[in-house]
């Protein structure tokens, strides 16, 4: 198994999906222009089916905003830029993410771990802290400053 066809993700693709269309509406909306899914789905080479799937989950959890009808799409309201990134791991890929033991074990604990017990809750505490002090806002604006392509 090569790393280029079979990569580990700590993220589901969902998750990665939804944070990408968070940080494109971020970039691309404005009073005058709200984001359509089609248009989301054509800049980030996301299938649209799938894309609206994960829209309508983070607009039913008030991650982003949308309004309908012709002139209607996604866009951030200020509450919505506040949002940590923690926030939209938790709703897309469960609250369990940053506890369960990295091989799937069920009595795994710091007093009965697993082999990797101890370097994998270093690894998930600081990603989650991260996560958790990192906003919408803050994130699409790291991503604007370094030119990261989404």
């Given at each position: ?104 074990l069920p009595q795994c604990s710091s007093t009965k771990p697993c082999p990797l017990h101890f370097q994998a809750v270093e690894y998930r505490d600081g990603l989650y802290n991260k996560l958790k002090r990192l906003n919408i806002k803050e ?12």
């Amino acid at each position: 198994m090569t790393t280029n066809q079979s990569e580990s993700h700590v993220l589901s693709k969902s998750c990665q999906y939804a944070l990408r269309a968070v940080v494109y509406i971020a970039a691309h909306s404005t009073t005058t222009h709200l984001v359509g899914a089609q248009e989301m789905a054509d800049g980030l080479d996301i299938p649209k089916h799938f894309l609206s799937k994960i829209l309508q989950q983070l607009t039913r959890n008030q991650v982003i905003s949308s309004t309908k009808g012709p002139h209607g799409g996604f866009f951030l309201s200020k509450e919505n830029e506040r949002i940590t990134i923690d926030r939209i791991v938790e709703i897309m890929d469960g609250p369990g993410l940053f506890k369960a033991c990295v091989l799937g074990l069920p009595q795994c604990s710091s007093t009965k771990p697993c082999p990797l017990h101890f370097q994998a809750v270093e690894y998930r505490d600081g990603l989650y802290n991260k996560l958790k002090r990192l906003n919408i806002k803050e994130l699409a604006l790291v991503v604007h400053q370094e030119n990261i392509k989404i």
